[in-house]
């Protein structure tokens, strides 16, 4: 639960961070026209109540597990409000310092959902564009880079779903040899301990022969005089 509250605390400081800006970001772009008014103060505002949201879920338990669910299903709607309503071709790298932070948490059914809405909202996007026949940035509509986009999204959320399920194997082989490494150490210090016993009974065994043979002796000396 330690690692949990370590990795929920980093992801919040760089949730923020990405939020602040994107506010910022959607706010300045509104004011300067290069956006509508109404779909800046949209994702301005729909920014700022997720992050509100993950704070308060935060602050309420910080190792909890609740945090990576709620932070991922706001940022995920933000992402799609900032992805179909897009000017620019770029917004769709968006994606990836989420996709990238939330395989801290070596959760490879986690990261493979998380990937394959990212993927399913950037197809939405082409889709759209195609049926439009333009692009986000208003030129005409590009096949290569409509499928560029797609398949880098693809491409970027199956690497790291993979990392995560090579991680959790990794982990894995290295816990069971630290386990074998443990149960050979009880082992031997189980085999040691039973030697000592054996030692401790031939010794006993010995000691008490030698009484006897002494006796005998005596015995044997007081009979001769």
Same mark, same amino acid.
């Given at each position: 639960?330690?690692?949990?509250?370590?990795?929920?605390?980093?992801?919040?400081?760089?949730?923020?961070?990405?939020?602040?800006?994107?506010?910022?970001?959607?706010?300045?772009?509104?004011?300067?026209?290069?956006?509508?008014?109404?779909?800046?103060?949209?994702?301005?505002?729909?920014?700022?109540?997720?992050?509100?949201?993950?704070?308060?879920?935060?602050?309420?338990?910080?190792?909890?597990?609740?945090?990576?669910?709620?932070?991922?299903?706001?940022?995920?709607?933000?992402?799609?409000?900032?992805?179909?309503?897009?000017?620019?071709?770029?917004?769709?790298?968006?994606?990836?310092?989420?996709? $990238?932070?939330? =395989? *801290?948490?070596?959760?490879?059914?986690? !990261?493979?959902? @998380? +990937? /394959? $809405?990212?993927? =399913? *909202?950037?197809?939405?996007?082409?889709? !759209?564009?195609? @049926? +439009? /026949?333009?692009?986000?940035?208003?030129?005409?509509?590009?096949?290569?880079?409509?499928?560029?986009?797609?398949?880098?999204?693809?491409?970027?959320?199956?690497?790291?779903?993979?990392?995560?399920?090579?991680?959790?194997?990794?982990?894995?082989?290295?816990?069971?040899?630290?386990?074998?490494?443990?149960?050979?150490?009880?082992?031997?210090?189980?085999?040691?301990?039973?030697?000592?016993?054996?030692?401790?009974?031939?010794?006993?065994?010995?000691?008490?022969?030698?009484?006897?043979?002494?006796?005998?002796?005596?015995?044997?000396?007081?009979?001769?005089?």
């Amino acid at each position: 639960m330690k690692y949990m509250k370590k990795t929920n605390t980093f992801v919040i400081i760089i949730m923020t961070i990405i939020d602040v800006f994107l506010i910022g970001g959607y706010l300045q772009d509104a004011m300067k026209g290069n956006i509508s008014m109404n779909l800046g103060i949209i994702v301005a505002a729909a920014t700022a109540a997720t992050l509100v949201a993950d704070y308060v879920v935060y602050f309420i338990k910080k190792d909890g597990n609740l945090f990576r669910f709620v932070s991922i299903i706001g940022y995920a709607a933000i992402y799609g409000i900032a992805l179909i309503n897009a000017k620019s071709d770029t917004v769709f790298t968006m994606a990836f310092p989420i996709m $990238v932070m939330y =395989v *801290l948490y070596f959760d490879t059914l986690f !990261m493979g959902i @998380i +990937s /394959g $809405v990212f993927l =399913v *909202l950037n197809i939405v996007s082409v889709v !759209m564009a195609a @049926i +439009s /026949g333009s692009m986000p940035s208003g030129i005409d509509f590009a096949l290569s880079s409509a499928l560029l986009q797609a398949a880098t999204i693809g491409v970027a959320g199956s690497a790291l779903t993979w990392i995560t399920h090579l991680e959790k194997v990794m982990k894995g082989e290295q816990m069971n040899e630290v386990k074998s490494e443990k149960e050979k150490s009880e082992q031997i210090l189980s085999d040691v301990l039973a030697l000592g016993n054996t030692v401790k009974e031939n010794t006993n065994k010995a000691d008490a022969l030698m009484e006897e043979l002494n006796d005998a002796t005596t015995t044997a000396l007081e009979t001769l005089k």
